[in-house]
């Protein structure tokens, strides 16, 4: 079964960088699938944040205007996400999730973890 | 960017009533993919429809989903109390991936 699960600070200033990493297990993140981030202010929508497959390409929401990197790690079969220059329109919780594959009629973000609060404040 | 609008926003309804929810979007969806998904208080989203009208896995088949295009609709045949929800739409065909605003199920 595949399971995923974020770990983090809980609290970020403004104009530092949130990190977050998502933990996977169950499923090897080299085996094709692409792996990211998804974000929900409190009381709010949901807003994708970008994805990556192993030795694939990257994309990312150009509403958050270059600030974003994510990195897979296959040897600790982690994933991670980086926002910098944050501000208080951060705050959200953060999931990440197994987002897609290549293959026809795949499924999108079939497994998530449960979310982590990211609070930006000083 | 294609930007999804849901309605009605809250649906009142009792438990063996029909749900139906609209998704539109502001330019066709490529290849259909349109997903749906159903988020409870403090829980992950879940997936329940892709590509339109498939199911995903363990969904009960009184959820399904229609609509090409622009219009697009997930129905739910007979509501269960654990269906009261907050349910969203995703396009996933073209980038940026975006979601609708979310449309609430609520208890009559």
């Known amino acids: ?122 | 960017e294609v930007v999804l609008t849901q309605s009605p926003g809250t649906l009142s309804l009792s438990p063996g009533e029909r749900a139906t929810l609209s998704c539109r979007a502001s330019q066709s969806v490529r290849n259909s993919y349109l997903a749906w998904y159903q988020q409870k208080p403090g829980q992950a989203p879940r997936l329940l429809i892709y590509g339109a009208s498939s199911r995903a896995t363990g969904i009960p088949d009184r959820f399904s989903g229609s609509g090409s295009g622009t219009e697009f609709t997930l129905t739910i045949s007979r509501l269960e109390p654990e269906d009261f929800a907050v349910y969203y739409c995703q396009q996933y065909g073209s980038l940026p991936w975006t979601f609708g605003q979310g449309a609430k199920v609520e208890i009559k």
């Not at chain 1, 192993?54 to 040897?75: C, E, F, M, Q």
């Not at chain 1, 926002?83 to 009629?105: E, K, P, Q």
Request: charged content about 15%; glycine content about 10%.
């Open chain 1, 1 to 122: 079964q595949v399971q995923l699960q974020e770990s983090g600070p809980g609290l970020v200033k403004p104009s530092e960088t949130l990190s977050l990493t998502c933990i996977v297990s169950g499923y090897s993140i080299s085996s094709g699938y692409y792996w990211g981030w998804i974000r929900q202010p409190p009381g709010k929508g949901l807003e994708w944040i970008g994805h990556m497959r192993h030795r694939g390409a990257s994309y990312s929401n150009p509403a958050l205007k270059s600030r974003v990197s994510i990195s897979l790690d296959t040897s600790k079969n982690q994933f991670s996400l980086n926002l910098n220059s944050v501000t208080a329109a951060d705050t959200a919780v953060y999931y990440c999730a197994r987002t897609y594959c290549d293959a026809a009629s795949c499924p999108p973000n079939d497994y998530w973890g449960q979310g982590t609060l990211v609070t930006v404040s000083s």
